[in-house]
């Protein structure tokens, strides 16, 4: 079925409210208007004539607070459903289709009390895509045969997300609350309760479906964005014909003034068992719906202060006792007239044992609060940051635009919809008195989660049986809390100095180059510098790779080396933090290659910050204590990589099997006794003894600024480092797999039930040709895939294809994470692949030229951000290949590619008669109960759908499968890639360097 074309039509009197007056940043060139149609659908436009994307997303203020109370999931089964076929457009896929084949993609989300639909497309396809759009919202299908197999789709979420802590601790908090208010529900439903119990009981869920959404998807309950190229006439018009036929039902907003922990459910403690080996102490106070104060933000004051990291706050005080590595604290929305305050605290060993002692201090933090009184210079300061924040905002992505906004066209007055989260004017201090009044001993709702629990948690909670012991918390507790007074050792924040003092733009240096040049290069370092001439901003983009043959050339020095990074990073936190707060961010990274230094964000103070950690860097001393506890947290890290999703085992496990060498997680336990403090030192001291730096300076800066950022780091090395040879920089390589060959690991899990199949095909070197056929291959395969593999044979919840590349070579992945074992699942991909070999030679030129073009269109797209523009230039940089301009070079090549080329180029990777396929297959198999390695899984899969005939014929492998026994033996028996020459000619890192 085409889509149709649509009509715009005259709007005079369909638009019963405009408003042209809505505030923006002074450096935002977009154009906005709010309007309400004559359904009392509230819209946001904007207009933006250089946009590479258009996209919407419509909001609908209905969540699952609002599900039948014997339908628990209804309203995200209706999220689901909504996009399977409408009157209008009534083919299951034709949405996905649509915007796979022009350039876009979507998603959906439901919440407690809303539920956002939004897609984005190429802006020439924006109206037809609009249209398919709306359509969802005025007449869906809501097929029987559709929710048959979208129910399953909800059950995989589900099984995806019942080992996974945050769901089970969210459900928890859900399940502790007062059983009459709808926020206990279970939100995301199941196969039990959307299928099983209510067939018991009687109940048609389809008939239910359709009258949830004919009772709540009402015009009056939606708010919509619309983000296009076109002018704002052209997109209100085009907003009146698509949507003026949604029905205004005149629903009354549902909202829920009353909490749901009221107060027989406060002064509650809640001990819980996780999933991983985790310990965190959560603190929850119950408080009113906060939106409407945007303007004073109460809040948002308190939370500043409490969560604060620097000198004298909670955080220093609780690292100093050796308690805690983090804390946060921030307002939760729950729903329409309510929300909560918490504190959240990760807790070492000793601190599991000291919860009451931090709950104390966290109270005698609040009681400085009080006495101190509230300042109107921190609230100035955070009005400062803010604004300067909303001045120099980032573009946003149209995706990420739309759907975050349009949840906001409800909450604030048209005008202030850009501007409500930044905007501080209403200096309201008996306002943060009064919500820093509800912070009490009596009001508390205490969550501790950790294994310390195994043998006093008593109960289980019902859907994810997550086990737990709640009980009331003892006068005694509350007394003591009550009358814990002051502590020495906490007071308030001094002035930021990190503000920026300038935030003007450097004059345009005439010498500047398109792309990033060498502007200093010897034995040691290397300095790379890019002015920037797009975006305009007083911004920079500082990089430092430092790179060591010593920190990955055993599991030791890689703990050791991450080790480093972690203490390096806490030993700077109360002085950096400031930076972050300010608007300078930055990052450590342990790499492969050594370690990274990251800073982004205003240009006027990055070189203090950067002198500071310089300083740390080279004069590194651990502290005894932070050091046991961080080795604990990097020890139970690598333990708890147990409990990860298949998937992400698979990724893993494919990568250690392709590249030249790689250590697993048993590797670096093994060598947990010799991460001492003493070793650590002498790591420290070698890994800065040979050394080369790599430096690249992007953004708001002069080439002088570049180079007295980088002095400041040559200066502060030792004097006495060797630099590196060529040979020492030469990158790792990758493992090459053998034309015909076909190998597969089989990995064992024990958490999850679900397993996972993962199917690599290397196709080889990148080369500008074999990069394009891959993308293209991909993006005609993209939809297809996730139909064919998810939503018709509804193999598991996450389908996904895509590109993996590494260390210059490339090839072609396709993963299912299932219920199903990964033998059937390695069929029905491989049955997919025979299918799409007919569907690509059937493409008509037609559809051919879409998929090309939409290609092309988003290889154009322009990064939003200067940072996302830096990181483009820098992974040129690591990678050696130094390509700037490949996205020109490869549109162009892409233009020349026809169907025949690219079919045969299919036939040649992924065809299972291929003699020169290259196939690799990871499984992940779990044996956990209800898991895939029971002996007769795959028996029972492959006959239980040997009867379906609508299933696709599954291909006869001529070739022999190899199973992998030994990682180490498969390795050394294969060749390795070469590394790919540089595409310009930039002299090899170390090259200044004498043998």
Known sequence: MSVERVQIVDIGKDVIYRCDSIIKSPEDKREYRGIQLKNRLKVLLVSDPTTDKSAAALNVNVGYLSDPDNIPGLAHFCEHMLFLGTKKYPEENMYTKFLSENGGGSNACTSTDYTTYFFDVLPEHFTAALDLFAQFFISPLFTISATDRELQAVNSEHDKNVCNDYWRLDQLNKSTADPNHPFN?????????????????????????????????????????????????DLEKMTVDMFSEIEDKDVTMPSWPQHPYSEEYQGLQLNAIPVKDVRNLYMAFPIPDTRLLYKSAPLHYISHLIGHEGPGSLLSLLKAKGWCNSLGSSAQYGGRGFATFNINVDLTENGINHTEDIVELVFQYINLLNKEGIHKWIFDEQANILATGFRFKDKEEPRRFVAGYVNDIQDYPMEHIMSAHFNLTDWKPELIQEFLSMLTPERIRIAIIGKAFESTCDQSEKWYGTKYHLEKISKEKLD?????????????????????????????????KEYPTIVYDTPLMRVWYKQDNEFFLPKMNTFFEFVSPIAYSDPLNCSLNTLFVSLLQDSLNEYAYAAELAGINYNIHNTRAGLSIQMDGYDSKQHILLDCITEKLVTFRANPERFAILKESYIRGLKNFDAQQPYEHGAFYLGMMLSEFAWSKKDYLDVEYAM??????????????????????????????????????????????????????????????????????????????????????????????????????????????????????????????GIRRSNGVQGIRLLVQSDRHPSYVESRIEAFLQYMDEYINKLSDKEYENHRDSLIAQKLKRPKTMLSRSCIFRSEILAQQYHFDRVNVEVKALRDVSKNQLHNFYKDILLISSPNRQKLGVHIISSAEGGAAHPDAVKDAVESESANSELLP?????????????VVTFKSGRPLFQLITPYTNIPRKGAHCKL
């Open 185 to 233: 529900k279970f939100g995301t439903g199941n196969r039990d309760t959307l299928e099983t119990i209510p067939k018991k009981m009687g109940i048609d869920v389809h008939k239910e479906l359709l009258k949830f959404h004919s009772k709540w998807y009402s015009a009056n309950l939606m708010s919509l964005a619309i983000f296009g190229k076109e002018s704002l006439d």
């Open 480 to 512: 003591r809390w009550n009358k814990c007074g002051l502590n020495d050792g906490l007071h308030l924040p001094a002035v930021n100095s990190f503000l920026p003092d300038s935030l003007n733009l450097i004059e345009p240096d005439p010498e500047s």
């Open 676 to 801: 001492t403090i003493d070793n650590l030192h002498d790591f420290t001291k070698n890994l800065l003894a040979k050394v080369h730096v790599e430096c690249f300076v992007h953004g708001n800066a002069s080439k002088k600024k570049a180079m007295e950022l980088a002095s400041i780091v040559d200066q502060k090395l030792p004097k006495n480092i060797i630099p590196l040879l060529p040979q020492q920089l030469i990158l790792t390589r990758e493992i090459q797999l053998e034309k015909g060959s076909h190998y597969r690991l089989e990995i064992d899990h024990t958490v999850h039930r679900c397993s996972c199949a993962l199917l690599y095909f290397q196709c080889g070197l990148q080369s500008t040709i074999s990069n394009i056929l891959i993308e293209m291959l991909l993006h005609i395969l993209s939809e297809p895939c996730f139909n064919i593999l998810r939503t018709k044979e509804q193999l598991g919840y996450i389908v996904f294809s």
């Open 954 to 966: 599954v291909p006869e492998d001529p070739s022999l499968m190899v199973k992998i026994e030994d």
